[in-house]
């Protein structure tokens, strides 16, 4: 595991939603944002790790953001995901996370699967596919390289590539055990007595 410029069990993930206040946001997509940053000792140039931007995007207001997304998951009448894509993913509501951009600062970027990956567990309870671009900036800044090592970063922890974008089931083992994995390789060990 590289080694960090603070304990990355002190990192913290913020995830907040705004809107404005008579909007019912039921048939709407929402926007939401994540951020991780250090909450115990660590000096303040390395204290924030990265962000998330996304939507949670219910089956009735897919096209309202993204009308690719239809043409990618869901069949030709818009009403259910693909059938190859159904049997993957859990059974829950007919919602989708689409993570739209992740940034993670340059001393962090070994934990951007990680973390992305807790982002996207966060919203379980409502989604039941996060989809997400392999991409880690604005896709005019990225090269064929980059790409390919985003969504390599992705596959290894709990995306999987479908038709030109990633996908992942919030709630599956995969994106749990990311988080575990942290948990082992850092917690300390108790000594015998």
């Known amino acids: 595991m590289s080694s960090f410029p603070a304990d990355p069990l002190n990192i913290e993930l913020t995830v907040r939603s705004r809107s404005a206040a008579w909007l019912l946001m039921r048939r709407q997509p929402q926007a939401w944002w994540a951020s991780a940053d250090v909450i115990g000792p660590c000096e303040e140039s390395v204290r924030h790790v ?12 897919w096209e309202s953001i993204h009308p690719e997304l239809v043409d990618t998951v869901l069949t030709a009448d818009g009403q259910q995901f693909e059938p190859e894509l159904d049997e993957f993913i859990g059974r829950g509501p007919r919602n989708v996370l689409l993570v739209e951009r992740w940034t993670w600062s340059t001393p962090w970027r070994t934990m951007a699967g990680p973390l992305l990956a807790a982002t996207i567990a966060r919203f ?27 969504g390599a970063v992705l596959e290894q922890h709990g995306w999987h590539p479908w038709r030109g974008l990633h996908i992942a089931d919030p709630r599956s083992d995969a994106i749990a055990d990311t988080a575990l994995e942290i948990l082992e390789a850092w917690m300390p060990t108790p000594t015998p007595d």
């Open 50 to 61: 990265g962000d998330v931007s996304m939507w949670t995007v219910t089956h009735d207001s």
């Open 124 to 150: 379980a309870w409502q989604v039941r596919l996060a989809v997400c671009h392999a991409t880690s900036d604005d896709d005019a800044r990225s090269s064929r390289d980059l790409r390919a090592a985003a």
